[in-house]
């Protein structure tokens, strides 16, 4: 039975299944109840400035934007609720701008449903499990994602960063569209990414913090 002390939380997923799943999780647990469900970004928003929860669990990905923009969003709307990032995308650069949005912990989907639950808690009482120095940590721990590229995949990787298309890429290379496709196809299956705009975003932080082919 609910009661006016339980830690409300909203839980945000494109996923219906999933979002069960960690329902299930979160209502089993004493002092937590879920108070709305969302899977998109407007949804999200609508229901978060609705029902104010304390703490607001959000994936990445989503059909009509990403789990910063409702980040960014609920902070400003509700200040009240803290929310926790809860994905599958395990990446540096994601985990530094959900830091930068405001988010207060970064789970992958992998935890244990106790661990969800034990976050859930913390963020709610005011903790902040996601901070400068776990980012930094993170990045120091992992090597570089470009060293097994070949020279050809890293071409085509500073090429994509200049913002060219398949075509341009394969013109200026003199090589097929086709084979631009495979470089790139091997060079985020190398690099654990999943798409183009992923590259693209990995180069555009690079030149920013100052790397250089070769460098």
């Not at 929310?83 to 830091?99: H, K, N, Y």
Request: proline share 2%; aromatic share 2%.
């Amino acid at each position: 039975m609910a009661s006016d002390d339980d830690i409300r939380v909203m839980i945000i997923d494109d996923h219906e299944v999933v979002r069960r799943g960690i329902a299930e999780v979160v209502d089993r647990m004493d002092g937590l109840i879920v108070v709305a469900e969302a899977g998109s970004v407007q949804e999200a928003i609508r229901r978060g400035e609705l029902v104010h929860p304390d703490v607001a669990l959000v994936d990445l990905r989503l059909p009509d934007g990403t789990g910063i923009d409702i980040i960014r969003r609920l902070t400003e709307a509700v200040p009240d609720t803290k929310c926790i990032v809860l994905t599958s995308f395990d990446d540096d650069e994601a985990l530094a701008e959900a830091q930068a949005a405001g988010a207060k912990a970064y789970l992958l989907k992998s935890v244990r449903g106790a661990e969800i639950t034990e976050n859930i808690k913390a963020v709610a009482s005011g903790r902040v499990l996601l901070d400068e120095r776990t980012v930094s940590r993170r990045r120091a721990d992992h090597a570089d994602p470009t060293a097994d590229l070949t020279p050809s995949e890293r071409r085509v990787l500073e090429l994509i960063g200049d913002g060219l298309s398949n075509r341009e890429i394969g013109d200026r290379l003199g090589v097929a569209e086709k084979t631009v496709k495979n470089h790139i196809t091997s060079l985020l299956s190398k690099m654990g990414l999943q798409r183009r705009t992923q590259v693209a975003a990995w180069v555009a932080g690079q030149r920013a913090a100052g790397w250089r082919h070769g460098s």
